[in-house]
């Protein structure tokens, strides 16, 4: 794999920041395939707890070898999500920024397929409200998903372009940016992304950057916080782009604490001096990434924030009050055909976003109503917030795969009516038991096909 490594990038790299080339090379060659998972602390089955730590995520863990989590129910429970490793680190650049875990209106830009925006959904105080964002339409389902499964309420998902956001002067708390990038980092877990880097690629990729950031940057409110990464090891879609925010905008770098045990580089960029986080493979166990933090300094103008007529049709959550639990704060209201469970205090909130954007998904859908008998959502079985007296259904594994594949499962229980199907105690979905036959309820679009 040496020969096909661009020798342009190992020869910056060694000339700019000391790598060693000849370690670089042979951790490529070799190819070692480093899996880590992170897990939902709502939804903690001790699974990993004899495995390794991310040694900058405790909630994050190395495997021992990549299993085929297709086949793991406690994945599409959403008891873990698989991340790369090296970008967890945002995990603790979150916990040091915001050391007392104030509530935040925080994006997440380039969302899709979710790992950061569950990890954010994690990290935050538990009454901040996340807005996750992704352009490509064909991407922003994967997201809404991932999102579901981890199982909050204090989420909204939106497909629009970064452009739109500009519509928010001085909205967000927080901005993530994880931007699109020529990935080079990802060289040695995906050897095809070789061939398709370029010194050209790398100055579209930069200049793209430049865009979305200028496209965006007007939604971050005046002292917000702004956290950029990439998967790329250039230094034009890198520290490049931390001297270019601040040679356009007034943004303050914010130096992050690292262990030296944990074999990160810190840098500085060429002109500002902004501090930037490298991590190499072979340095660190986890693939190459990018990240630097800012605070905006600038004078924000915000939108005229005068009271907004409500757009939510509230419901009677007393139909609601055997399935949802009653300690939250949270309201119900009906959108389209469904009804869903939200935030009470972030209701503000989103109405604004609503009124400029496109939502994909709001809260948690916790079903229809039929008269007064309730049909309950495939959202509301992975949610943490559902009534602890629903009846629940335990699977073997054998039969929590039939589940999952949306196929006919019978199994042996005295209970009738609407149940959780469950495996090691976490929901998987909603299932109906008949005098005669068990009705399996798991979503069509989610089910799993025999490997």
Sequence with gaps: MANFLPHKLVA???????INAEQFIQEHETGEQITSVRINPAKQSGAFNNLSNVPWC??????NARPVFTLDPLFHAGTYYVQEASSMFISHIIKTILPDKTPSIVLDLCAAPGGKSTLLNSTLHSDSLLVANEIIKTRVGTLADNLTK???INTIVTNNDPASFSRLPGYFDLMLVDAPCSGSGMFRKDPQTINQWSEESVKLCSQRQQRILADSLIALKENGILIYSTCSYSVEEN???ADWLCDHYDMESIQIPIDSNWGIDETLSPKHQCYGYRFYPGKL?????????FIKKESQHTFNRKKIKSQQNQVDSSIFRNWIKADIDSTLFSFKEDILLFPRHQLTALQIIQNVLYLKKVGTKVGKVN???VIPHHELALSNYQHTHIQKVELSLTTALQYLRKADIAIETSISGWALACYHGFALGWMKVLPNRINNYYPKDWRIFNL
């Excluded at 790299?13 to 000391?18: G, K, S, V």
């Excluded at 405790?58 to 495997?63: A, F, Q, V």
């Excluded at 166990?285 to 933090?293: N, R």
């Design 371 to 373: 008269k007064r008998d």
């Design 285 to 293: 166990k986890g693939e190459g990434f990018f990240t630097s933090c």
């Design 239 to 241: 520290e490049a782009i």
């Design 58 to 63: 405790k909630e994050g863990y190395y495997l």
């Design 12 to 18: 910056d790299l060694q000339r700019e920041f000391h």
């Design 150 to 152: 981890w199982g909050n």
